[in-house]
């Protein structure tokens, strides 16, 4: 019996050798199908799979309609602008956001009736930050401290329709969205000189401001809209009458 079983053990030595040298055989096929790889190179990349992207490189972004409803988380992302006016008593600064010319705030300007101020629905309200006293013709002063005692004064702007001209409305809050303005916390209002320049439209909303003796001017471009307001600035202004120089 003993020697029986070496004798099998024997016989099942050249198959199991066999079936080494096919499976040997086979993974060498399989080498030599795929390409080496050279040192420090990257796996293939399945056809099915996108190209990396090269160094530095910036995807485009999805496409946002300034004018589509739908898009409610895109259009309320805005990039704000700053202009800015040094003087020697201080720095006046406004921030306001680049609105489109063609966009719905824009169009909504034709439709307001005498003494409604224009909603900024897809914006934050225009913001003046100041560090010095700025008097507006008819009384409107923007002052520092106006919130807290040793910081720049800072206020809201709107734009407001007065019969067939236009006026700029301060307002003491300054950081709101552009449809929540309160009425109740308006601090003053000034008259706007408006025109219009058809041959060279303003293609976002911009506000400038530019230096003249003992003030400045806050200028507003939209379209081919155009307002300004003129200011003086220095530390101690008090209000003036309507009317008065």
């Avoid at 003249?212 to 939209?222: C, H, P, R, T």
């Amino acid at each position: 019996m003993r020697a029986a079983a070496t004798e099998g053990r024997r016989s099942l030595i050249p198959v199991l050798e066999g079936l080494v040298v096919v499976g040997l055989l086979a993974l060498c096929a399989a080498a030599q199908e795929s390409p080496p790889l050279s040192r420090g190179s990257a796996p293939p990349v399945p056809s099915s799979a996108a190209p990396p992207a090269a160094p530095g490189a910036v995807r485009p972004g999805p496409t946002v309609d300034e004018n589509d409803d739908d898009d409610n988380a895109a259009r309320r992302v805005r990039i704000n602008a700053t202009a800015k006016l040094a003087l020697p008593a201080g720095t006046i600064q406004v921030i306001y956001p680049l609105l489109p010319m063609d966009g719905p705030d824009k169009a909504a300007l034709s439709t307001l009736g005498d003494g409604d101020v224009l909603p900024l629905t897809r914006s934050m309200a225009i913001k003046l930050k100041t560090e010095v006293e700025m008097r507006f013709a008819g009384g409107a002063v923007a002052r520092p401290g106006n919130v807290a005692a040793g910081y720049a004064g800072v206020y809201s702007l709107w734009l407001r329709r007065k019969g067939d001209g236009w006026s700029l409305v301060l307002n003491r809050e300054p950081d709101i969205w552009g449809t929540m303005r309160d009425a109740a916390a308006d601090s003053g209002e000034t008259v706007l000189a408006h025109g219009r320049d058809d041959g060279a439209a303003q293609p976002t909303l911009e506000v400038t401001l530019v230096q003249s003796n003992g003030g400045g001017q806050l200028a507003i471009a939209w379209g081919a809209d155009r307002w300004v307001a003129d200011f003086e600035a220095g530390p101690g202004l008090a209000p003036r009458a309507a009317g008065s120089p």
